[in-house]
């Protein structure tokens, strides 16, 4: 009987406490609704107070807008349950700020620094007259591949510029309309070359990073590179030191995360985010117009800079004197055997050895 009443009496002792937890939730989630109800009425009302003292501040609802709060939505994807991402308008404030003066300055730098050196000193002209004995540079496949990645490289880089700056630079002397048609065919361009561009480059880096690997006398080519302009002579292997920077600087790191950069934003549909589209477009925009400065003191010296210098690259064969004069220590080598390119021909042919 004592356990019976016992057992009874903690029963009832449980159900109350129960009931007490239970009204004290309640109470607590009426209190709770009550005080988002006020709160909300209350940010209501100091919110239509605001516009009718202040009609043109959005700022509470871009504030809102900007929490990336995420909300319901019946489209199941990355971040579609956020209707505006702030970090669009930092992405596009930076693109069109920073990015877009600063690399706007460094390309009219670098072309003023280029016409400068060539209106004060002019190109690299050779010191004795060719001998008409011919030497082997560049083979068929390197050729092929060098050119390959130029064509594609001056593509993207006229579109990607047209991209980035013809908002400022071509629309006020173009109008709508024509500028319109521009930008798209300059989208379209610069999508559909890109894989060529990525593939190549590729097959590039492949065939040229032997002869571009640091090698005695590339310091001290670098300490006295400057000199080459006042017609200095400065014995270099097959590439000179200032060519493997380029190599190694512009072709390898810059190029490569262009290409990195440039297929996130390409193919859109491997579940990215838009953050990381907006940081692949910020690092692909700063590596591509360090790129382009880059490669515009190459193209200059490959040109109308250096004497010969392009002939090289579109025959594929040197003139002796050439090679002596910018590449000696190649020159050296072939001359003695040593070298794997193709010995020096009597007939202005390079020959094989026997």
Same mark, same amino acid.
């Given at each position: 009987?004592?356990?019976?009443?016992?057992?009874?009496?903690?029963? #009832?002792?449980?159900?109350?406490?129960?009931?007490?937890?239970?009204?004290?939730?309640?109470?607590?989630?009426?209190?709770?609704?009550?005080?988002?109800?006020?709160?909300?009425?209350?940010?209501?009302?100091?919110?239509?107070?605001?516009?009718?003292?202040?009609?043109?501040?959005? %700022?509470?609802?871009?504030?809102?807008?900007?929490?990336?709060?995420?909300?319901?939505?019946?489209?199941?994807?990355?971040?579609?349950?956020?209707?505006?991402?702030?970090?669009?308008?930092?992405?596009?404030?930076?693109?069109?700020?920073?990015?877009?003066?600063?690399?706007?300055?460094?390309?009219?730098?670098?072309?003023?620094?280029?016409?400068? *050196?060539?209106?004060?000193?002019?190109?690299? #002209?050779?010191? !004795? #007259?060719?001998?008409?004995?011919?030497?082997?540079?560049?083979?068929?496949?390197?050729?092929?591949?060098?050119?390959?990645?130029?064509?594609?490289?001056?593509?993207?880089?006229?579109?990607?510029?047209? *991209?980035?700056?013809?908002?400022?630079?071509?629309?006020?002397?173009?109008?709508?309309?024509?500028?319109?048609?521009?930008?798209?065919?300059?989208?379209?361009?610069?999508?559909?070359?890109?894989?060529?561009?990525?593939?190549?480059?590729?097959?590039? *880096?492949?065939?040229?990073?032997?002869?571009?690997?640091?090698? #005695?006398?590339?310091?001290?080519?670098?300490?006295?590179?400057?000199?080459?302009?006042?017609?200095?002579?400065?014995?270099?292997?097959?590439?000179? %030191?200032?060519?493997?920077?380029?190599?190694?600087?512009?072709?390898?790191?810059?190029?490569?995360?262009?290409?990195?950069?440039?297929?996130?934003?390409?193919?859109?549909?491997?579940?990215?985010?838009?953050?990381?589209?907006?940081?692949?477009?910020?690092?692909?925009?700063? %590596?591509?117009?360090?790129?382009?400065?880059?490669?515009?003191?190459?193209?200059?010296?490959?040109? *109308?800079?250096? !004497?010969?210098?392009?002939?090289?690259?579109?025959?594929?064969?040197?003139?002796?004197?050439?090679?002596? !004069?910018?590449?000696?220590?190649?020159?050296?080598?072939?001359?003695?055997?040593?070298?794997?390119?193709?010995?020096?021909?009597?007939?202005?042919?390079?020959?094989?050895?026997?």
């Amino acid at each position: 009987m004592r356990r019976t009443a016992l057992g009874g009496f903690l029963l #009832k002792l449980m159900l109350a406490v129960a009931f007490l937890l239970s009204s004290n939730v309640v109470s607590a989630a009426d209190t709770g609704q009550k005080d988002a109800a006020a709160v909300a009425a209350e940010n209501k009302d100091t919110q239509v107070q605001r516009q009718q003292n202040q009609p043109y501040n959005n %700022a509470p609802i871009w504030r809102e807008v900007r929490s990336g709060e995420e909300n319901f939505t019946t489209v199941r994807g990355v971040e579609t349950g956020v209707l505006v991402q702030s970090g669009g308008e930092t992405w596009r404030a930076f693109r069109n700020g920073p990015i877009t003066i600063y690399g706007g300055w460094l390309l009219i730098v670098v072309c003023a620094i280029i016409a400068a *050196i060539y209106f004060l000193m002019g190109s690299i #002209k050779l010191h !004795e #007259k060719p001998s008409g004995r011919t030497i082997e540079r560049f083979n068929a496949l390197q050729r092929i591949t060098h050119w390959t990645v130029a064509i594609c490289f001056c593509l993207l880089g006229v579109t990607g510029l047209i *991209i980035l700056f013809g908002k400022y630079v071509l629309l006020p002397m173009f109008g709508y309309t024509l500028f319109s048609w521009l930008a798209i065919l300059s989208k379209n361009v610069h999508n559909f070359v890109a894989p060529l561009f990525i593939v190549s480059l590729l097959v590039f *880096i492949v065939l040229y990073v032997k002869d571009n690997l640091p090698e #005695k006398g590339d310091l001290a080519w670098m300490s006295r590179g400057w000199r080459m302009f006042a017609g200095e002579h400065l014995p270099s292997g097959r590439f000179n %030191a200032g060519e493997k920077v380029w190599f190694w600087l512009g072709v390898v790191v810059l190029c490569l995360v262009v290409s990195a950069s440039g297929l996130i934003l390409l193919f859109p549909n491997f579940e990215q985010g838009r953050l990381l589209m907006q940081q692949a477009n910020v690092i692909h925009a700063i %590596a591509g117009v360090l790129v382009i400065g880059f490669s515009l003191g190459h193209i200059y010296m490959g040109t *109308i800079g250096v !004497e010969g210098a392009y002939q090289n690259m579109r025959t594929g064969n040197t003139d002796e004197t050439w090679a002596k !004069e910018h590449h000696e220590l190649w020159y050296n080598d072939i001359k003695s055997g040593k070298s794997a390119q193709k010995p020096i021909s009597a007939a202005g042919t390079a020959q094989a050895r026997p």
